[in-house]
């Protein structure tokens, strides 16, 4: 198939409904969501395939089976112009393209506004339906000026989708997937295309060790190689607790905490993990006022048990705290007492402190969690960590709106397992939902990567601007992903019936249109493609930051 | 355009058609569906394209005696069916005309005159005038009352084929027969029936192997 080659005319339909075009080529040609173009009248709509029926011109034709009675010939010529295919699309965007060169409307000085809009109107009867080319494909994703990533490919004819990184970072993002979709391949890929970019700097919170030093695939048994391995001067890797390995590499550094770093509320926000009663909050603030905010945890863990002077027992009778409370909490942190990677004082330089200065400087991190893989772990630390974060983003964006000076680094953090810290109930607690919700004008966003969307606060899904999704199994977790966006019930079966690997639609404010697309490979040639763009000079990086924020 | 290809005399005409007597002596008869000229003698007349829709032969009058004996011989015979008081009658259905050299797939402006003459087509003639246009006059074929019109399409479009086959024409048979299912689909009866009877008359439809073997 030529590539501007006219695969149906239009035969009807309306703003509500999408419009219905009769195919003039096999059904089999044409797939749902392919991106199909309409030109009529000097305007171009742009448009995905929704669902395509077969036709006929009497039911007749189509429920007699005359195969057999008539020449094979003479059957087929009857077939061809009594059955056809109606295929419906879905009109997304409109595009001016203004009266054609020889047409006496031409005018050579008019400014004709080419931006592609929503759709506002309608083709006319019998306008030509073409599959895009590469040209269209590139006219709509292609961000004008640079900061565009390739993604992937359209299904039918392989032409490059971009995405476009400044709105992926100005807003909070999501990447779905069943199990096993790509999703963790493709995060990977879409990272290494923003670190290049040197558009911000990411932290990922690489709860199964995949990131920094890659891994291998069970399903191909090839290796893939890791962000820390690819970009060793742009990114850092960091293990979770002292001389931690990542997969039998050394990191660059280890991540330690104090006890002073740990709040009442990192604890409260365990509550479910470490099945606290609801006597926790009043103990806890006993603790404070007796020991201070800094002190606390480590004094806490210092009485003893029995009776007398510095016992649980004798501390709790001093402040009116209920003996059986007060043990009860003790009892419940014995778990984190434990913890190898929790020390009462660190020798040297706080380790989150050296995080935070790598990403104000534009460097990224990905904190791998090793060998420490328990919710209790992802939950305690990314709340810690992200809470400091958010302090020190905040700062630097005050103290920069109101004394002028340097603008923080765009800062985008990755969260595998997002449900996690996300979910309903923890939601309110951990610093992630108000990140997702007022962060973007703090200059920190969230890139959450989850197999169930569904268990991700809607509050926090809603706030999502590209979403990205692969095949997902179960009705709800689809009806997530497609909160609060147009075309949802077009959209549900594209999703449901996406390849089960490497195909996801992209979706939401953060692109111009919804489109499915094969995800691009994360093989060798990735990286030669990547490693070899030219780098940004650091005024073009200036100028990006103030291009991408400047809306608050 | 030869002489020979003459075979008879308009005996009445309208605008739709015509009945022509035929010269028994002159040629063979024109079988059914086959197109036929009438180059109409007046100055500024058009020249009329045909089908011939019907061949009847009449009662003469003797006929009736003869039917009765039990023995008639060779002779008589021969003679009954030729030196024939009542012409054969043909019946012919205009589907076009040329003038001043242009084809017109419309009905002629004026029906031609009794005692015109009344020739066979030639291949040339047949490609040119089918070839012509768009198959505008398929419609005057669709609507034939006095024969069915499944058959006359059938007759004509084989023998309009093999004209086209000759001068190398190959999708002409194709394409009068899409034109005919665009033409009929609505009436799915008919429309089977037509093509049932175009299936029957063994038209090739990639006339090029057939030809040539
Ligand atoms: N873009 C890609 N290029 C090459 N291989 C891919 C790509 N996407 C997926 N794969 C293959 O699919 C497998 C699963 O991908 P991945 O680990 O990213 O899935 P996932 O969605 O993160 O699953 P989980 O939710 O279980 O973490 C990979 O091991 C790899 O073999
Ligand atoms: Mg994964």
């Excluded at chain 1, 709340?383 to 020190?392: G, H």
């Excluded at chain 1, 009806?479 to 077009?490: E, N, P, Q, T």
Aim: charged share 25%.
């Amino acid at each position: 198939m030529t590539p501007a080659e006219n695969i149906g005319f239009v035969i009807g339909g309306s703003l509500k409904e999408g419009l219905f075009v009769r195919l003039t080529v096999p059904a089999e040609r044409i797939q749902e969501g392919a991106f199909v173009v309409i030109e009529s009248n000097g305007l171009k709509f742009y448009g995905l395939v929704v669902n395509l029926s077969l036709k006929s011109y009497d039911p007749r034709y189509s429920q007699d089976l005359i195969t057999g009675r008539m020449s094979d010939k003479i059957t087929t010529l009857l077939h061809n112009q009594t059955l056809f295919t109606e295929m419906e699309v879905l009109p997304v965007l409109m595009q001016n393209t203004g009266p054609e060169l020889g047409d006496p409307n031409y005018d050579p000085n008019a400014i004709v506004d080419r931006s592609p809009i929503p759709v506002k109107t309608l083709p006319i009867h019998q306008a030509p339906v073409r599959l895009a080319t590469e040209f269209d494909v590139s006219e709509v994703f292609k961000p004008k000026e640079k900061n565009g990533f390739v993604i992937g490919t359209t299904r039918e004819q392989g032409h490059p989708v971009h995405i476009d990184m400044d709105k992926l970072i100005q807003r909070s993002s999501g990447i779905f997937g069943a199990t096993g979709t790509g999703k963790s391949y493709l995060t990977r890929m879409i990272l290494a295309g923003l670190i290049q970019s040197k558009q911000a700097a990411v932290l990922v919170f690489d709860m199964h060790n995949e990131y920094a030093y890659g891994d291998i695939s069970p399903d191909t048994d090839i290796k893939a190689p890791g962000l820390c391995e690819k970009m060793k001067k742009r990114v850092k890797s960091c293990a979770l607790g002292a001389s931690a390995k990542i997969a039998g590499n050394q990191p660059d550094f280890d991540l330690v905490l104090e006890y002073s770093d740990i709040l009442p509320s990192d604890i409260e926000m365990l509550t479910r993990e470490l099945n606290l009663r609801e006597t926790t909050p009043a103990t806890l603030s006993a603790l404070v006022q007796s020991f201070g905010l800094n002190k606390w945890f480590e004094s806490f863990k210092n009485l003893t048990m029995g009776e007398g002077e510095g016992s649980i027992i004798d501390w709790a009778r001093n402040n009116n705290v209920n003996e059986a409370a007060a043990l009860g909490l003790y009892n419940k942190l014995e778990r984190l007492f434990r913890l190898n990677y929790l020390v009462p004082k660190l020798a040297g330089p706080s380790s989150i402190v050296k995080i935070i200065d790598y990403l104000k400087n534009g460097y990224s991190v990905i904190l791998s969690f090793g060998e420490y893989e328990t919710d209790l772990d992802y939950l305690l630390v990314t709340n810690i960590l992200t809470r400091k974060i958010r302090e020190e983003w905040e700062r630097m964006t005050n103290e920069y709106r109101n004394q002028g000076g340097v603008k923080p680094t765009p800062l985008v953090i990755a969260l595998e397992e997002a449900h996690k810290l996300l979910n309903r109930e923890m939601a309110g607690q951990t610093t992630f939902s108000t990140i997702a919700r007022e962060m973007r004008k703090y200059f920190v966003t969230l890139l959450i990567i989850d197999q169930r969307p569904s268990q991700i606060y809607d509050e926090v899904m809603s706030q999502l601007g590209t979403r990205i999704s692969g095949w997902l199994g179960d009705d709800e977790d689809i009806a997530a992903v497609l909160s609060g966006l147009s075309g949802r019930d077009s959209l549900r079966g594209m999703l449901a019936r996406l390849q089960p690997k490497e195909e996801v639609l992209l979706l939401g404010y953060g692109v111009p249109m919804p489109i499915p697309i094969r995800s691009r490979r994360y093989d060798a040639q990735f990286w030669q493609e990547i490693l070899s763009e030219d780098e940004l000079s650091e005024t073009d990086r200036q100028k990006f930051r103030e291009m991408v924020f400047d809306d608050f | 355009m030869t002489d020979t290809s003459m075979f008879g005399r308009i005996l009445s005409s309208n605008i739709r058609e015509c009945v022509v007597g035929y010269r028994i002596n002159e040629s063979m008869i024109p079988p059914f569906g086959s197109m036929v000229r009438i180059p109409v003698s007046h100055a500024q007349q058009p020249e009329i394209y045909g089908l011939v829709t019907d061949i009847q032969i009449e009662e003469d009058g003797f006929l009736r005696q003869l039917a009765t004996n039990d023995q008639v011989s060779e002779e008589v015979m021969l003679d009954a069916r030729v030196n024939r008081n009542v012409p054969v009658v043909l019946r012919i259905l205009f589907i076009g005309y040329l003038e001043n050299g242009n084809i017109s797939h419309l009905l002629p402006p004026c029906p031609p005159l009794t005692l015109d003459n009344i020739y066979k087509c030639t291949n040339a003639e047949i490609t040119a005038f089918t070839s012509f246009g768009n198959f505008g006059y398929i419609r005057h074929i669709l609507k034939v009352t006095n024969v069915p019109p499944g058959e006359l399409l059938a007759a004509h479009i084989s023998q309009a084929a093999k004209a086209q086959f000759a001068d190398n024409h190959f999708g002409w048979t194709e394409s009068a027969i899409n034109e005919v299912i665009y033409l009929m689909r609505d009436n799915y009866a008919d429309l089977l029936a037509i093509l049932g009877a175009i299936g029957d008359a063994d038209i090739s439809l990639d006339g090029e192997v057939e030809e040539q073997e």
